[in-house]
């Protein structure tokens, strides 16, 4: 049984599983390297911690926006029908939450080094110089940026793990398939 790169009426493409499991893994490692990252004393270390945190960041935006314009072009499975018509109305609004989270957050934090007086250059994976945001650098701005962006990574990820206890409420609850399809990829003749 071969497997299918889109999506089916009934489970998930493996294209859509791979972007959905590396950009969830991306965006809770990407919260876990921004906490440690401004608590360590080292400055050098904090630095390249820093370097690491932006990569990774513009990785992430380069995937979300990778992942929303395949979900336009492939629809979703829908939910089973034993879902309760307000959980159908609010899923998608989660989700969607999901989306807009996970590519403000790497906005904000692009707009936090944009405006900085520090004028360091951003150089993701060290291989080009990533240029700036037009916005005015100022105290004042930064100040700005990095409380959005601390803001936005709490709320994002409060928002993530309520999707991981929805995810394990179907499956261990509701024992429907809703964790399963987006664990195991469609097959081509599905």
Not at 18 to 42: D, K, P, T, Y
Not at 52 to 60: E, N, P, Q, R
């Amino acid at each position: 049984m071969q497997t299918s790169i889109t999506n089916t009426p009934t489970r998930y493409g493996w294209a859509m599983i791979l972007l959905h499991w590396l950009i969830g893994i991306l965006f809770i490692g990407q919260f876990a390297l921004g906490f440690v990252m401004v608590r360590i004393e080292s400055q050098r270390a904090a630095f390249e911690l820093i370097q690491l945190h932006k990569s990774f960041g513009f990785l992430l935006l380069g995937l979300i926006i990778l992942r929303i314009a395949w979900r336009l072009g492939n629809k979703p499975p829908p939910l089973p029908s034993r879902v309760a018509a307000l959980e159908r109305r609010t899923a998608p609004l989660a989700h969607l939450a999901l989306y807009a989270f996970q590519v403000a957050l790497p906005l904000s934090g692009w707009a936090l080094v944009s405006v900085s007086t520090l004028e360091i250059p951003t150089m993701p994976f060290n291989l080009f110089v990533m240029p700036n945001l037009p916005l005015a650098e100022s105290d004042a701005a930064e100040s700005f940026w990095a409380s959005a962006h601390w803001y936005l990574a709490y709320a994002g990820i409060a928002l993530a793990a309520l999707h991981v206890a929805a995810a394990l409420r179907h499956h261990f609850l509701l024992r429907d398939s809703v964790l399963t399809r987006m664990i195991t990829p469609s097959s081509a003749g599905e």
